[in-house]
């Protein structure tokens, strides 16, 4: 189904169920963003993303840019200062040259923006009705720092959750396209390289301990990811939730809750309570980070839950989706 | 054009006009199977294939086996050991979960047996009609030890063109069951490993110049790139070309020339002549080299051409096709 690849549940399971299974092997079994092991003494971060965005140009971004930076990320979001990337096409017959210079264009831009070179690629072409126009897997290799520990099972009671950014906008931004919709304004993706982020809120503090980037399933199942792997709970403030009130208004329409939607230039991190204003700090002189804000905190219980106190005083369950709200998001 | 995708000249001038400017670095440019470079003072290998074999199972192999294989041969032809792989797949919805779950499996073993660890992966599952079943990216990393000297512009005069073994068999056994051709026996696959036979072969001598794994494209395009990158000649004993007779008589039904037929556990080698003897009792000794012949040479010239002498005691030329005779054969 096509929740399988939505991120959410149904995508857990099939990982959970039919991939760890068989690739079993202790690197994998960690289940982060990218693999982390060590080689000839080097730590190095090594992650993949296959993308089948549709359309394949959107506002703010092309697939190809996002294939860039969506692995930038995930390297990034290990701690790993990206290095190399290799890049496979798979291109359907009758796809326009035109289109596809554009976005190898843009994927080169990207590249140089990230600091990583694009080093190894491949290009396959199917018949017609095979594909949508082209996909594009990355792969990227990074190296990490040695007294770095960021890890998805890191969080402790006591941590603040910190959002570099205003939420929503890649998601909102591929659908107005897809769908022919119009808000006035015109919504932009936020994809990004975010290592330069990272670097920075490493620099104010060694205690980052988890990093993520909200993708797919937007922020609600990345720190429902969290939550589980560190069997904490977290709990949100509602009011605290930076979302551009355009991607606001464009969910109301679409009956969307930008909690679910789809981050490209975003990231979510955990720090004790102490370090939060030093790394605000940090990340607020950062481009990317202009609006960082704490949105929530760690708490003990329930575990594996993650709980948001509403803007008229409530409080709710944020639960995983089993899909995305959205197919071809990324 | 589903000839982009071939691996032919129309693959090359994608990769050269495209891609290559784009991603401008000193990596990239060498063209080579795979990109190599230091990081840390380590010497690395990385690779990159998609992987969209139609059918996904075909005698002797599965589209998982093959995209396994198939990123450890590049690393091997770098002369790296494979170390660790990630891949990426894009389902199409309503894609049978146990053909998934088959494919996985030989993925799974495939994997154990190249000694390689999966251990990062992506799904994404595209609507009906938007796909084939599944498409597979790998990429995969590996360590060259740091003696080692393999580049397709490494062939000198005087080398001598080796072999490992009967060709054509792959893209003949994924055509003839495409197709619902029978011929007699069944011809299966020669998917398979092949940094074991490297390790044998760099064990018999250091001066193992060029490896190359002739996939898309076969023997034919091999050489012909080989013979462009060190702007040598090749002269080729038709003779002396290991064949198997039913891939002989498939091609001779079908109008192919097993030259150009994809193989997928076959390698080429250009050695120093002295060295030759050495190279072959090596691979005489391994499962995968048993059929090891020399079946031709470096010559001055023409540079960049591929002639070969016929069974008849002619002359001709050895050409690289626009595209590969048979689309989607890996």
Not at 62 to 80: E, S
Not at 90 to 100: A, C, K, N, P, R
Not at 166 to 187: K, P, Y
Not at 209 to 221: E, H, I, S
């Amino acid at each position: 189904m096509l929740a399988h690849g939505g991120g959410g549940t149904l995508t857990n399971s099939l990982v959970r169920d039919l991939f760890a299974p068989a690739f079993n092997n202790e690197v994998l079994d960690d289940l982060m963003d990218g693999a982390v092991f060590k080689l000839n003494g080097s730590r190095l971060a090594f992650s993949t993303d296959a993308y089948v965005v549709n359309p394949v140009i959107f506002p703010g971004g092309t697939i190809g840019d996002l294939a860039v930076n969506g692995t930038v990320n995930d390297l990034a979001m290990c701690g790993a200062r990206p290095v190399h990337l290799s890049a496979a096409f798979v291109l359907e017959e009758g796809f326009s040259m035109e289109t596809l210079r554009l976005i190898v264009t843009s994927m080169s831009e990207a590249a140089a923006a990230a600091g990583i070179s694009v080093v190894a690629g491949d290009t396959k072409v199917v018949e017609r009705g095979k594909g949508d126009g082209v996909y594009i897997t990355t792969a990227g290799i990074g190296i990490i720092e040695d007294w770095l520990e960021i890890r998805p099972d890191n969080a402790a009671v006591g941590d603040v959750v910190i959002v570099s950014g205003l939420i929503g906008a890649h998601g909102i931004a591929v659908l107005s396209v897809r769908e022919g919709l119009e808000f006035g304004t015109t919504i932009r993706s936020d994809t990004a390289p975010l290592y330069g982020l990272v670097r920075a809120m490493i620099g104010a503090t060694r205690e980052v301990y988890v990093l993520r980037d909200p993708t797919r399933g937007g922020v609600a199942t990345a720190l429902n990811e969290i939550a589980r792997s560190s069997s904490i709970g977290i709990l949100l403030e509602e009011q605290a939730i930076p979302v551009p009130p355009e991607v606001n208004a464009a969910c109301e329409i679409l009956g969307l809750d930008p909690l679910y939607v789809a981050n490209e230039g975003i990231l979510i991190a955990l720090v004790p309570k102490r370090e939060a204003d030093g790394v605000l700090a940090a990340m607020h002189a950062h481009p990317l980070g202009r609006n960082a804000a704490v949105i929530g905190k760690v708490i003990d219980r329930p575990p594996g839950v993650v709980m948001m106190k509403t803007r008229v005083g409530g409080t709710r369950i944020i639960d995983m989706l089993s899909g995305e709200q959205l197919p071809r998001i990324c």
